[in-house]
């Protein structure tokens, strides 16, 4: 089956780090992808990982562990604007994604 | 580039009667064209696949017979809820992948779909 876990809620203060963590049981697996989500828009791109190690991309980061099945976007110097949902999302062959439940984050002055 | 366009944004309807939807890939030929399908504080749902030229790959429980998706081109697929009622309410999105290193999916800003 396909499973893909994120925690339901975060919340932190603007200027802190956040790490938005991600485990993932998939069929198959073609690579990560992290997206952003605000109210009643669309998904935006964030950050894609198909190999082990970290990818960097300004304040976003995204790291993955494939042998463990886990995946984190690490968010620095946080700004009200970032509160919004974080999706991972697995491309499992096929060009099938599987979405995880989200991560609404809740970023406080 | 890979710009993604949806179109209405926004639709309120009256229950029992059909509404379309409209996805285009505005700088790029979509080989593949996916509908999602999101309610409030919830993730997105894959509703289907589609392929142009092909007929749509539905997932599970989905009614392909209420759901009708057409991708006539490369560039233009559309989703057709029929004889919608209020369950169907939701903020329906589409994305689609073209030629590329990766399979990354480029989202269109999402249709609100209100049936009264």
């Known amino acids: 089956g396909q499973n893909i876990d994120q925690p339901t809620e975060m919340t932190a203060t603007e200027g802190a780090i956040v790490q938005i963590n991600c485990t993932y049981q998939?069929?198959?697996?073609?690579?990560l992808f992290w997206y952003q989500q605000h109210a009643g828009e669309a998904p935006t791109f964030l950050s894609y990982?198909?190999?082990?190690g970290l990818e960097e991309k300004g304040r976003f980061s995204s790291f993955l562990s494939r042998s463990k099945g886990y995946s984190y976007l690490l968010l620095k110097e946080l700004q009200m604007k970032d509160s919004a949902s974080y999706l991972c999302a697995v491309d499992n062959y096929g060009q099938n994604f599987v979405f995880g439940p989200g991560t609404r984050l809740s970023v406080l002055p | 580039g890979a710009v993604v366009s949806q179109h209405p944004s926004w639709v309120i309807c009256k229950s029992g009667t059909s509404v379309k939807i409209e996805c285009r890939s505005l700088?790029?030929?979509?080989?593949?064209m996916f509908w999602y399908r999101q309610f409030p504080k919830q993730s997105l749902m894959l509703m289907a696949t589609?392929?142009?030229?092909?007929?749509?790959?539905?997932e599970q429980g989905v009614e392909k017979d209420k759901f009708l998706i057409n991708h006539a081109s490369l560039t233009l697929s559309t989703l057709t809820v029929t004889s919608a009622h209020p369950e169907d309410s939701s903020f329906y999105i589409c994305?689609?992948?073209?030629?590329?290193?990766?399979?990354?999916?480029?989202f269109g800003p999402g249709t609100r779909l209100t049936v009264l």
């Open positions: 994305s689609a992948t073209g030629t590329g290193r990766t399979n990354e999916q480029f």
């Open positions: 998939t069929s198959g697996f073609n690579g």
């Open positions: 589609s392929n142009e030229g092909s007929k749509a790959t539905y």
């Open positions: 700088d790029f030929q979509a080989t593949t």
């Open positions: 990982n198909v190999l082990d």
